[in-house]
């Protein structure tokens, strides 16, 4: 006999907020079991309405706030609320970073089974206009003749209807509407897909993914406006390898820059190629790292998951040597050209999958001095568990994801003979309830 499915209630409910989740939806309890209410905060007392019900827990949304939390403030776009870009507009901004120092203390507690000596003061920087990568969608919807450009909304696949963007960099943030009105004008218009937005110190480039062939009229309507606001723009019509220049036609695919001026460095880039996001806080983050790591003059240095170098160019101005391995080999080149360009020598490239569990290589051999990791959310629990570190003093951990910087952390501690000695978040993402953070390891 088939059982029947219990029908979600449709009449508003009524909660008490009882703390905030990781993923900044409050938490309430109804008739013993546990729901996540977006738009709700601790302390609350709200109206909602269910979106989902499962078997361990329920799902819902704020349709009125009956008493407000002290730390509830108006969220400045207009968006928020349906718009998935952002989920913490709604709460003051100092409470966000304190809710995300919480978030990660918690995971070190919980699944590491460890706790920092000391907690630093969060890193933080401006709150709106912050980010300079980014994907948005691009739909033309056939029954209101309007082509939609953004994020997806919450809880949906389908594409907010926004025209502006008040976290993007204002380069792109301010010119949605502008972009919508070209993609309308577009023969094929139906077949854009998606914007790669990047930006660097200058210029915004957009990747235009093509799911057709452009005519030579869409061609130049499309470079006709990137004359007009300065863009660069690619077309993409297949995979990563597809994407070539539109406007500048001679444009190559590294055409962009970032600097770090306290560094002297610049590192050029593709505007496919992996960068942090929010250029303020990477400026903080560097020399956070490597003050941190305290580096001499006579000592080795490993960088895992290196990149395009951001922290290993900063790094070989300190050691002797460093060594940097990354997965990508296109970034691999564009680290090593980073390099060579601004005559650095002391660093040598290995591209390896650090995931692999079995992984032996040449450079797993040497006798580090300090190493530094940056990985992916996915972590590096299998680098570090087959990497010999009995020599290494310290180990500077850049995470963006509190869950398995936790875990390994745990495996550091526990089973590699290291001390946790201090961890703080980095505000990367204002508004939204991505948890950056840096953790010190010292033997």
């Known amino acids: 006999m088939t059982r029947r499915r219990k029908s979600i209630p449709q009449t508003p409910v009524a909660a008490t907020i009882e703390n ?24 609350e007392k709200v109206m909602f309405r269910y979106l989902s019900q499962q078997s361990r827990y329920d799902e819902g949304i704020a349709v009125e706030i009956l008493e407000a939390s002290p730390q509830r ?103 949605i509407s502008a ?70 036609p001679d444009l190559p695919l590294t055409s962009l820059h970032y600097q770090l001026p306290t560094e002297s460095l610049s590192f050029n880039f593709a505007p496919y190629d992996f960068t942090q996001v929010n250029t303020a806080i990477n400026e903080q983050m560097i020399p956070q790292a490597l003050d941190w790591l305290a580096v001499t003059s006579t000592e080795t240095v490993l960088d895992l998951f290196c990149g395009l170098g951001n922290f290993t160019l900063p790094l070989a ?42 992984l032996q290589q040449p450079w797993m051999q040497i006798a580090y001095d300090k190493i530094l990791l940056d990985p992916p959310r996915s972590g590096a629990l299998e680098i570090i568990q087959n990497l010999p570190m009995t020599h290494t003093k310290n180990i500077v951990y850049v995470s963006c994801n509190p869950a398995t910087l936790a875990r390994d952390a745990g495996v550091l501690v526990h089973e590699k003979g290291f001390r946790l000695v201090k961890a703080g978040v980095m505000d990367m993402f204002p508004h939204t309830a991505h948890v950056e953070s840096m953790a010190l390891f010292t033997r």
């Open 20 to 43: 905030l989740s990781h993923d900044g939806r409050g938490v309430a309890h109804i008739d013993g079991k546990t729901v996540f209410i977006f738009g709700a905060l601790p302390t």
């Open 179 to 248: 972009l919508r009105e070209l993609i309308e004008q577009l023969e094929a218009k139906e077949q854009i897909a998606q914007f790669e937005v990047a930006i660097d110190d200058q210029h915004a480039a957009i990747i235009i993914r093509n799911l057709v062939p452009l005519s030579e009229v869409d061609r130049q309507k499309l470079i006709d406006f990137a004359k007009k606001q300065n863009f660069y723009f690619y077309l993409q019509s297949g995979k990563i390898n597809t994407v070539a220049a539109l406007y500048p």
């Open 317 to 358: 101005r300190r050691a002797a040597q460093v060594i940097g391995v990354e997965g990508d080999a296109d970034l691999l080149l564009r680290a090593e050209t980073n390099a060579h360009q601004q005559d650095i020598h002391n660093v040598s490239y290995h591209t390896a999958n650090l995931a692999d569990k079995q």
């Open 73 to 175: 403030v108006t969220p400045r776009c207009a968006h928020f609320g349906v718009c998935g870009g952002c989920n913490l507009q709604h709460l003051e901004p100092f409470a966000q970073i304190q809710h995300k120092q919480a978030t990660l203390l918690e995971h070190f507690q919980h699944i590491g089974k460890v706790e920092p000596e000391e907690v630093v003061s969060p890193l933080r920087a401006d709150i709106w206009g912050y980010r300079r990568k980014a994907r948005l969608g691009v739909k033309f919807v056939r029954a209101k003749q309007l082509v939609f450009v953004g994020f997806r909304e919450h809880q949906s696949g389908f594409l907010t209807d926004i025209r502006h963007c008040d976290v993007l960099h204002p380069l792109v943030g301010e010119k």
